[in-house]
């Protein structure tokens, strides 16, 4: 990761816990020097006093990108410390769930860069995928400064409207937690069918993760991969004559469960 101006008039990282190490640690292995990093959190890891960047120092009076990775509920307490940096030239990117760019204006100044980051999970070993979405002040350098810093936990999307982000909530960043539950799900359904509970668990998580990378490096359409692999009249077929039903497959579940995990965002938004 190679920018100048954030080498230069450094990168705050507010908040350390396993996103803001995920994504430092993501920094630091594509070359951006520690000396330009500055952490705050109050519990700073082991591994995070091993990478030398500065933590708990006096923070740079203006600095390029301040990324917000505290727990939501700490948002109120935390980000008017940094309030003198407000209506400058300093990008706040949060990746904090169910705040939105409002508050940072309101607390920070009108005037203030701000770009809403939605990551996952997946960011911890860099297969995670982030939506960002920028006030007018941030513009196209915000945007672009952003998705450089993100990109190095997983795939950037950019979306055309804050409210967008209750969607992408719903779909990608709950997202993982349905496929954990998709593998254990398949898993006792092996053991139901006669297998030992670790070599179920081990076929499932194997068969999941496998589908997964070839759905992501065929550059095939999911419904055509679909159909590769599912032969008239077979067992194949069988199975998803199940999950596919109307009624109670998965047409009719997973619309459900993202929009209950998108209405949840919503209402998380408005406090």
Not at 129 to 156: C, H, K, M, P, Y
Not at 180 to 205: K, S
Not at 242 to 265: C, H, I, K, Q, W
């Amino acid at each position: 990761m190679e920018d100048s101006r954030i080498a230069q008039s450094g990168l705050v990282l507010l908040g350390c816990g396993k996103m803001g190490s995920a994504m430092l640690e993501g920094w630091l292995a594509r070359g951006f020097p520690a000396t330009s990093v500055w952490v705050n959190d109050p519990f700073p890891s082991d591994w995070l006093k091993q990478t030398g960047v500065h933590i708990n120092d006096a923070l740079p009076e203006a600095p390029a990108i301040v990324l917000v990775a505290v727990k939501p509920q700490m948002m109120a307490e935390a980000l008017p410390t940094l309030a003198q940096m407000g209506n400058g030239e300093t990008l706040f990117v949060s990746v904090a769930a169910g705040t939105p760019i409002s508050f940072f204006e309101t607390t920070l100044g009108a005037q203030t860069p701000v770009v809403r980051a939605m990551p996952n999970t997946p960011a911890a070993i860099s297969q995670g995928i982030t939506a960002i979405v920028g006030n007018v002040r941030a513009g196209a350098q915000g945007l672009d400064e952003a998705e450089l810093l993100l990109s190095a936990v997983g795939e950037v999307v950019r979306l055309s409207e804050e409210a967008q982000i209750d969607a992408v909530t719903g779909l990608s960043g709950s997202g993982p937690a349905y496929v954990f539950h998709m593998i254990e799900t398949m898993a006792a359904a092996g053991v139901a069918q006669g297998l030992p509970e670790d070599m179920a668990l081990q076929l499932a998580r194997a068969t999941v993760a496998g589908a997964g990378a070839l759905a992501q490096q065929s550059g095939e359409d999911p419904a055509q991969l679909r159909i590769n692999v599912t032969s008239p009249n077979g067992t194949t077929q069988a199975a998803l004559e199940v999950l596919m039903n109307a009624e109670d497959g998965f047409p009719a579940l997973l619309p459900r469960a993202v929009a209950a995990a998108a209405d949840r965002s919503r209402e998380l938004a408005r406090g």
